[in-house]
């Protein structure tokens, strides 16, 4: 069994579907790659947001519930979810928010990188952080940002935590995370790979905790090869005495999900099928796919969706 590559996908809130597709797709130049529902909640949409194929690491997701109440950050959340970009791009992207009216601040240099952060419409923390190092992706090359701008996968997730060192426990002894950096308050651990998505922060501070709603990240998922390698992870975390659900078919994926010490919801998906398993890659997030189970009720469920508009 491998230790954990990194980040496979980042699923958060949003209150208003349309907007949510204008902000990452249309601005960000992050690729709707799939249009489907909520397996649990078929009334919602689910939409996936990544580079042009969905490479494991670079897959925001959202849950889009329309009129859900905002939500109250605090520990026990993914406090903020960043994206790698390269160093020259940080200019390109002040300049393109700024445009779209969207408030940038800079970000301290944090274990040697520049950085700026922002807030999605629902007040969802982003960050962007300036480094040359590898990125295995597509860039979405008919998207609205050139492809020597854009955002080149996940960097890291920010987990807020009352104590650091039981979620620590978790992400170095079950996970195969490695601490690679400290500072103050804010721990920096790596994945096993070499590549997008590979660092977890946890910064530790004092607060009330996170309500969920919008703008509040659902669940941070991590890569797992396949199958097999998933069930040896189940395992390895029930030895542990963490209460692991089932294995869940997410069409896409399949995951495992089990609470952080911290709260923080965290979920091991394989990489396998991936998004082209029932779209091609010219087709990707052009159609409402449903899994063959809620294939009967598609008239239902299409009824119960706002229409929404997709550039392509």
């Keep these: 069994m491998q230790p ?13 579907p349309q907007r949510t597709i204008n902000f990452y797709h249309n601005l960000l130049g992050q690729r709707l790659i799939k249009r489907t529902v909520n397996f649990d909640d078929p009334g919602t949409y689910h939409f996936y947001f990544g580079d042009e194929i969905g490479t494991p690491g670079t897959v925001l997701t959202f849950f ?40 940038v601040r800079d970000l301290p240099p944090r274990f040697g990188a520049a950085g700026i952060a922002f807030a999605d419409p629902d007040g969802m923390t982003l960050e962007l952080i ?9 860039p979405w090359r008919a998207g609205p940002v050139p492809a020597e701008h854009a955002l ?23 996970l195969g995370y490695t601490l690679v950096g400290q500072e ?7 994945g096993a790979a070499n590549d ?14 996170a309500r969920l709603g919008a703008g509040s990240v659902h669940h941070i998922a991590f890569r797992t090869v396949d199958d097999t390698e998933q069930v040896e992870y189940k395992e390895l975390l029930e030895r542990a005495n963490y209460g692991v659900s089932p294995v869940m078919d997410r069409q896409y994926f ?34 409402l796919k449903l899994p063959t189970w809620l294939e009967p009720q598609r008239n239902v469920i299409a009824a119960k969706l706002p229409p929404v508009q997709v550039n392509t």
């Design 130 to 138: 300036a480094t040359d190092a590898p990125a295995t992706i597509q």
């Design 196 to 209: 997008v998505g590979l660092y977890v922060d946890l910064v530790e501070r004092s607060g009330p905790l």
């Design 4 to 16: 954990i590559q990194g980040i496979h996908h980042i699923t958060a809130i949003a209150s208003d």
């Design 254 to 287: 399949h995951s495992i999900y089990f609470r952080a010490p911290s709260g923080v919801l965290f979920e091991v998906a394989t990489d396998a099928p991936g998004f082209t398993y029932d779209e091609s890659v010219a087709e990707l997030g052009s159609h």
């Design 184 to 190: 103050g308050k804010r721990y920096h651990y790596q």
């Design 64 to 103: 889009p519930w329309r009129h859900v109440a905002r939500g109250v950050h605090g520990n026990g959340e993914v406090a903020a979810t960043a994206y790698s970009i390269p160093v020259a791009a940080l200019d390109y992207w002040r300049d393109r928010l700024d445009a779209h009216d969207v408030a």
């Design 152 to 174: 080149r996968g996940f960097h890291s997730a920010t987990l807020w935590v009352t104590q650091a060192a039981p979620t620590a426990e978790l992400l170095t002894t079950q």
